[in-house]
T-cell receptor, first 111, second 113 residues
Framework: KQEVTQIPAALSVPEGENLVLNCSFT??????LQWFRQDPGKGLTSLLL?????REQTSGRLNASLDKSSGRSTLYIAASQPGDSATYLC??????????FGSGTRLLVRP | GAGVSQTPSNKVTEKGKYVELRCDPI?????LYWYRQSLGQGPEFLIY????????DSGLPNDRFFAVRPEGSVSTLKIQRTERGDSAVYLC???????????FGPGTRLTVT
């Protein structure tokens, strides 16, 4: 059974720092991996989707990597801003196409 | 084009009542998913439809929960005899086929008092 874990559960950094959010999964036979952002009381905003044949994806200040052999993905945020404050969720697409989510990392970027 | 929509956005009901939550997927998407998100947790899978049929309902917590998608488009999640533990945000997602990126709706926040 696929399990997704995110570390740390919460993170507070000063504005301008580069930071890394970690995601690990137990079954390397994932189909795709996706990172989402969730603001308090809101729905999910897709950030990056990494297909199983890819190693990374980039969008603006965000870069996500995928290493299936080690069961890990990281989300790198460059030059963090207060507007980046949110919960970041990692989710793996399993063989039956449903998403298995981690519990998220709550990020606070202090001005 | 229009994204995934869900109605109502908020629903408050009394313990023991019946509720229906509606999801309208992106036009042309054959796959539809329901997830439930409790406070402080990531979403958890409930059920997956491919067309009109439930391809995987392994995430439904018990027989009080039921979902339909009679015409292969709009889906309704039905909860009977609601309990306070059912309070959560119910999220719907759709994808072009079973394979591919899922697009999420804004969710329905259900509160059972």
């Amino acid at each position: 059974k696929q399990e997704v874990t995110q570390i740390p559960a919460a993170l507070s950094v000063p504005e301008g720092e580069n930071l890394v959010l970690n995601c690990s999964f137990t079954d390397s036979a994932i189909y795709n991996l996706q990172w989402f952002r969730q603001d308090p009381g809101k729905g999910l905003t897709s950030l990056l989707l990494i297909q199983s044949s890819q190693r990374e994806q980039t969008s603006g200040r965000l870069n996500a990597s995928l290493d299936k052999s080690s069961g890990r993905s990281t989300l790198y945020i460059a030059a963090s801003q207060p507007g980046d404050s949110a919960t970041y969720l990692c989710a793996a697409y399993d063989s039956s196409y449903k998403l298995i989510f981690g519990s998220g990392t709550r990020l606070l970027v202090r001005p | 084009g229009a994204g995934v929509s869900q109605t109502p956005s908020n629903k408050v009901t009394e313990k023991g009542k019946y509720v229906e939550l509606r999801c309208d997927p992106i036009s042309g998407h054959t796959a539809l998913y329901w997830y439930r998100q409790s406070l402080g947790q990531g979403p958890e899978f409930l059920i997956y439809f491919q067309g009109t049929g439930a391809a995987d309902d392994s995430g439904l917590p018990n027989d009080r929960f039921f979902a339909v998608r009679p015409e292969g488009s709009v889906s309704t999640l039905k909860i009977q005899r609601t309990e306070r533990g059912d309070s959560a945000v119910y999220l719907c997602a759709s994808s072009l086929q079973g394979v591919g990126e899922q697009y999420f709706g804004p969710g329905t926040r259900l509160t059972v008092t």
